[in-house]
């Protein structure tokens, strides 16, 4: 016995526009049918919350498949699995499709070479899988729009759930954050954390999607942003403070990295205040400016 809820939508060209599309959405439960094998055109993002089963790569080999797990079918991937017919399994699925999934792999997203990938937790994408559902419901005028914003969301969600990225992972990630204004080059990073430079590399790309020049190279930029437009600080002093002790070098890497000039960026983002801008994030439900009189 099982039990299946599904819908399927046809996005139009302009919705297309948005990079992903939502094809389809389904919440199913119990000792469900063999799937394949088959072949699709599309991505198939399928979250197992519960029970277990198998599933058969195109070469023959056989993977167990224990909840939580996250299963990709990717578009001209034969693909065949099932539940235990004994347990059965609980999982939901989302179908989709779009020119920026390309991208969502390249960044390691979305991983063809691996389609089974153990989960720490399915309850937060179960969460969006559940708001693509009820997003499902007949007559809603934004039913395209707000589905593919949930499968970027969905995207993330996996991402964060995926089971290899916690802990170790995250406290590279954190740690070279933390360091990322230093004097140091990428193999110094990596004997301060015992690894090779091709070990911080996989680390890296593994955690963020990018290589740790790129990560080390967004903070430090994103932290130069601030400076510029919180600080009346000259560009030279702000180039020191992220790390660069050549003035011109840091001007024609913002300028290429960024688009525009330091100098530039400051005249059109610049917002000083004394002492420049908090470092501790906002309550966005508790907005400083809207508190009562007295209240902390």
Known sequence: MYHTWMRFFSPGPAH????????GVGLQYG????????????????????????????????????????????????????????????????????????????????????????????????????????????????????????????LVTLR??????????????QALARDAFKPLSVADHAARHGMTPAELRTAVRRGAGCSPKDYLLGIRLGRAKELLAATELPVAAVARRVGYDDPAYFSRLFTRRVGTAPVRFREQQGRTVPGGWSNQVPDPDDPPMLRSPGTR
């Open 160 to 173: 964060r759930a995926r089971a290899d990225t916690a802990p170790d992972g995250e406290q590279v990630l």
């Open 16 to 23: 297309h526009k948005l990079g992903l599309v939502c094809l």
């Open 31 to 154: 000792a469900l049918p063999t799937v394949g094998p088959r072949t699709l055109d599309h991505h198939v993002a399928v979250v197992v919350s519960a029970g277990r089963g198998w599933f058969r790569t195109v070469d023959g080999r056989c993977t167990d498949v224990t909840a939580p797990a996250l299963l990709w079918l990717t578009p001209g991937v034969p693909h065949h699995y099932a539940p235990d017919p004994g347990t059965g399994w609980d999982e939901a699925f989302v179908d989709f499709t779009g020119p920026t999934a390309a991208t969502y792999t390249e960044l390691g997203y979305i991983e063809p070479d691996r389609p089974v990938v153990p989960l720490s937790d399915a309850g937060p994408a179960r969460t969006t899988v559940a708001r693509i559902a009820r997003a499902a419901r007949l007559g809603n005028p934004l039913l395209e729009v707000e589905t593919s914003a949930a499968v970027h969301e969905l």
